[in-house]
């Protein structure tokens, strides 16, 4: 699989840039697809694909999930071996209001990827699901084997469906199958939507920060360089399927059919206060903190990874950048104060790189 084409949906969003850099570093051909919503700053979305197409590897596709006709014309043309699913309507609280844009996206967009795959002989399906389906379990730590049939968000039950929907295809066509259930990411060019920037954004406005649970959670934070790995390493380990695979006493994260379920995550979580001082030490300004209730899908979120992305991340800050995790969070805090700008966002970034490449060249 080596040398086959990849489409890579969701290529202008936060994990997909990513994982699209990590490919074409490698010298993989990338066939990107993206709508570029006004879900958050298209801007941050074409800076990201401006970034992409520099590389000779690279193409790019503007085309939204739903138009059933287009992308079924993309697969027919490219006959993609290897299909890397990251586009998704996302936010848990973006779902309350909105609870048809995941319809939408998730579930019918997720067919026609499926469909695609089905008739054109797809050799490996990955796709993106979430930590959110774990829903209203409340044992700890989180594992991939774990029932997920209570979701609390329509976000998170689209992300269950998709699940069942991969294995349905998997079952009925052979078409191997991997679902990733990742744990709050983070990292640079990442979501504006998101905790860490939210956080930084309050702070150095001087907002107050809402800390639900009263302040006392804990995040199973997973740094981008760490998710992107392990979805580059999974793309040529399709799953075959388990022989011994008991439909009496049966696992929810394999299957006879060629399906797996692996949760993507650093497996320390931290407390979000922590986060918080830490980026109160970067910025040298205090937070106020407002401390809330707990409230739904709000629960500590902790991952037990599944044994094969346990060997790719035992120490996900060290492995993957020689960095703490304070050294990490700082330097991501560093990156918000480029947020307003394209020419600074982009500068950040390769300052970044030019920081992570220093400390392999010394390891």
């Known amino acids: 699989m080596a040398n086959d084409v990849i489409l890579l949906t969701g290529a202008a969003g936060f994990i997909g840039f990513h994982v699209a850099q990590r490919l074409l570093s490698a010298g993989r051909e990338v066939v990107g697809l993206d709508n570029v919503d006004d879900y958050y700053d298209p801007r941050l979305k074409e800076a990201r694909l401006d970034i992409l197409k520099r590389h000779s590897g690279f ?140 956080f930084a954004k309050a702070i150095l406005a001087g907002a107050p920060i809402k800390l639900f649970n009263h302040g006392k959670m804990r995040r199973d934070f997973t740094f981008a360089d760490d998710v992107s790995q392990a979805v580059v390493r999974l793309i040529d380990r399709p799953p075959a399927g388990r022989p011994d695979w008991d439909a009496r006493r049966p696992d929810p994260s394999s299957s006879a059919a060629p399906w797996k379920i692996y949760n993507i995550g650093n497996s320390r979580p931290e407390e979000l206060t922590y986060v918080v001082a830490v980026l109160e030490k970067e910025f040298g300004k205090p937070a106020v903190r407002e401390l809330l209730p707990s409230t739904m899908d709000y629960a500590q979120m902790l991952a037990r990874r599944a044994p094969l992305a346990q060997r790719f991340a035992k120490d996900v800050m060290r492995r993957s950048m020689g960095l703490s995790q304070d050294e990490a969070f700082r330097l991501e805090s560093r990156s918000f104060y480029d947020l307003g700008r394209t020419e600074d966002l982009r500068e950040g970034t390769t300052a970044f790189r030019e920081k992570r490449e220093a400390r392999f060249s010394a390891r």
């Open 59 to 198: 193409s790019f596709a503007k085309l939204d999930l739903t138009d059933r006709a287009a992308i079924s014309a993309l697969f027919a043309k490219h006959r993609f071996p290897i299909v890397v699913h990251l586009a998704a309507q996302a936010g848990v609280r973006y779902s309350l209001q909105h609870p048809h844009a995941y319809t939408d996206s998730n579930i019918e967009g997720f067919l026609n990827v499926l469909e695609g795959c089905r008739h054109n002989a797809c050799k490996h399906l990955l796709f993106a699901s979430s930590s959110s389906v774990y829903g209203a379990n409340t044992k700890l730590p989180f594992s991939a084997s774990d029932n997920v049939d209570h979701p609390i968000s329509i976000y998170a039950a689209t992300k269950k469906a998709n699940e069942l929907m991969a294995h349905a295809y998997s079952h009925l066509y052979r078409i191997p199958a991997t679902g990733l259930r990742f744990f709050t990411v983070y990292g640079p060019w990442g979501r504006p939507d998101m905790a860490m920037f939210i």
